[in-house]
C-alpha cells in the first residue's frame, strides 16, 4: 500500500479498509484523493481534537472520496467533513466527534449510526439553508448542531432522527445558539 503523512492506504482494488489518521502533528488533511474499486470502509481514526495536548483534528473534503460504501468513525479524536459525497453511504461514529461542516452532502445518502459517547455535530458557519438529504439518525449518541446558520434535516425529503436515551445525564439533540452583542 502507499503512505502518506497520517494516512495509510492498503489496497483499495480489493475494497479493503483505507484508514485516515490524525494524532499530533500527522493531518489527513495530506491526503489527496481517495478511490475505492468497488466499495468499500474509509476509517477515520486518532484522538487530535484540536488542542495543543492532542494535536491537530482531522479533516477531509469528501467531494474527493469516491468508491466508498462506509464511513467509521473511531477513537476520541475529532475529523471535520467538508465537501459532498456523491452516493450511498453508511456512517458509523462509534467515538469521538464527526463534524459535517458548512456541507448538505459530507453524508451522501444513507444512515448515520451514533454510539453511545459519540457526537455528530452539523456545523453551519453561513448565512445560507443547508438542507440535508434523506438521512436517517439512529443510535444513543449525540447529534448536535452548531453555527448560526440553519440546517434543515430531510429538506425536501423524508428523514428521520431515530435516537435512543444512553443514560439518565446524555444529551441525544443539541442546539447551539449564536452568542448575541449586548
Avoid: C
Amino acid at each position: 500500500g502507499n503512505t502518506a503523512s497520517g494516512a495509510s492506504t492498503i489496497d483499495p482494488v480489493t475494497g479493503a479498509t483505507i484508514i485516515l489518521q490524525n494524532a499530533g502533528t500527522n493531518a489527513a488533511a495530506t491526503v489527496g484523493a481517495i478511490t475505492f474499486g468497488t466499495g468499500g470502509t474509509l476509517a477515520l481514526r486518532g484522538t487530535g481534537d484540536g488542542t495543543a495536548a492532542n494535536g491537530v483534528t482531522g479533516a477531509l473534503d469528501m467531494s474527493t472520496v469516491s468508491g466508498v460504501t462506509t464511513l467509521s468513525k473511531q477513537d476520541s479524536g475529532t475529523f471535520v467533513l467538508t465537501g459532498s459525497y456523491g452516493g450511498a453511504l453508511a456512517t458509523n461514529v462509534t467515538a469521538g466527534r464527526l463534524v459535517a461542516s458548512n456541507t448538505a452532502g459530507a453524508f451522501g445518502t444513507g444512515t448515520v449510526a451514533i454510539s453511545t459517547g459519540a457526537t455528530v455535530e452539523l456545523s453551519n458557519t453561513t448565512a445560507d439553508v443547508i438542507e440535508l438529504p434523506g438521512i436517517d439518525f439512529t443510535g444513543a449518541g449525540t447529534l448536535e448542531k452548531t453555527g448560526a446558520g440553519i440546517v434543515s434535516i430531510g429538506g425536501t425529503t423524508q428523514s428521520s432522527v431515530g435516537l435512543s436515551q444512553g443514560g439518565p445525564t446524555l444529551s441525544l439533540i443539541h442546539i447551539s445558539q449564536p452568542t448575541r452583542p449586548t
